[in-house]
């Protein structure tokens, strides 16, 4: 690295979200400057960075002109502006994840043609160019639709059963997916360094809210046989080393009811599904970002307790300034860590905090998120 | 409490060195509105609260102005103006530690007098009003003379060994202290909240460097018999149920050869003695501390493994801007986690940071830390 990780050293966010503010929360430990962009003037990192700075991601200026006075630049979601990433590392700012890393996960399709090129197993797909090509397609029905660019938490995602939807499909380019008859939603979470090291976290499961399409529910580590946990590590070993990214990366995937595993879609960042790793491993998933972007040897990935995360998302039927009922008597359950986003509004399904359940018994940490679930609601 | 712990309460913290940086991160969690006051415009704190302010922590009109429009005011440090906490108090800004218990704390010999008052077991004492005092001291040489007010980190105390002693010691007020013969300093970190509930964290074992008279080691829990650990226990929760404190409180004691325990000292708030808990408890020191004031349930103290917390002093012979060597070898050992307090300047024994390492084997935990203070050196 040009300089030392702590002191002097300025690190720009793209995003000032969440997944910002818990990197954030890791990389005081490190003594780090951190400056953040971010569109909305009240994203939750604003007071808590050295320099914070409201503009568009997607502007080509607004991204360029925040990141050339910096050493390094990482990124809390893709929708970013890559050409000036480029431009950035041309000119010795290091970005990390890689440009080229960010601009193909950004686009679902060159995710699935890079699966292809690398025998990594995917479900099989064909591209459409606009909503007519869905009468052509060679998937049988029901399929899925997924816009190449710009889905995230579950937006952009179809469900295309008969002719009769395809008036309401996507009409835009698009990936037509079979549609996989999974047993499980699982995630391995990969880091690597620059200098080739590379570590998993465990293997999880997700269990998602199937109204909002978001993880609603996860537990890690999984209990799934040594081999399905291995073949899942393997493949996001190979994912993260055919793509040489420097910092961590989220795999999704399917497990089939054949015990056959397919690779849904990346994440080139801390991500959703590694929330649990705060308290739950030896390393967290933002404290691996930093090891792996600071070209440090990476920290131990394994299992501390059983950790169940559950996304507190906003009520149905509340928008407005977030209240936050339960929080008390779910404190009160053993083993219970409350993580609040600091976002000041609601509206359903806005993902406003998490919150992480551990216990060295397995029964007991789901039982106790069922029950935090039950308990924790986010009103107006 | 008057408003909700999380969106629009305003938490301000007297003091924005180290502690508060550390309580921030945790109370980032609960979405507080942080502001903190320090002397020093370059404090940790400085660019991680919502409002930094700097001035003076002992002037009455700064403390009371930067009060006033606060819901909650807590401190990091005992050295600030009481009379505008009381004023504030007055008012009906929550003050925690309330400022009755602060006064009392501020004054060691208050502290003793309480000790003594509530039948809490303490070493002899008497007091003297400047040096001259000394010489007809009841005390048996040699004992220790500690100043009264203002003492921290080791200073404002000093060993007199004969009367040869005296035209160096302190010409202030002063307690003389019996020397205490013992075996082992060990602390323990109670908290209580405002219902009343208390908790106690296991009993740590701190091992001084004899030089800079700072805690250079720790070791949690501590492996001394089940007896010994409850009787400190005990004295901890008695102690913060006749203080009625709200927040955290750590008591420094002495073991004696005899197995006996003698309190040395207590500190009403987040502690050095309690870093460990970050990594090595279930719930931290910062975690509980904001819990007690929040009145929330307290959390689980209970240890998740052996965790050894060793001091970043400031390397002797070195003084102006902080670097830090060996951090990268340190990491690459398991369990390693470093906390920096960004400090821009080091000098000897300045408390630039500290490490704790984990491990289910206290064996290999101790050996661990060994290996991480001879690595990192804070220079300049």
Known sequence: MAKDFYGDLRLGILGGGQLGRMLIQEAINFNVNIHVLDPDPNAPCKKLCNQFEVGSLSDFDTVYNFGKDLDMITIEIEKVNVDALEKLEDEGVLVYPQSRVIRLIQDKGLQKQFFKQNDIPTSAFQFISNRDGLANCQIALPYIQKLRKDGYDGKGVKKISSSADYADAFDAP????????????????????DRGDMATFPMVEMEFNPQANLVEFLISPSTYSFDIQSKAESIALKIANDLQIVGVLAVEMFLTKDGDILVNELAPRPHNSGHQTIEGNFTSQFGQHLRAIFNLPLGNTESRANAIMVNLLGEEGYEGLAEYDGIEEALSIEGVYVHLYGKKYTKPFRKMGHVCIINQDRALAIENARKVQELIKVIA
Chains 1, 2 share one sequence.
């Open 174 to 193: 698009s990936i037509v997916e079979e549609m996989v008859d999974f047993e499980k939603e699982i995630a391995v979470i990969v880091a690597r360094n």
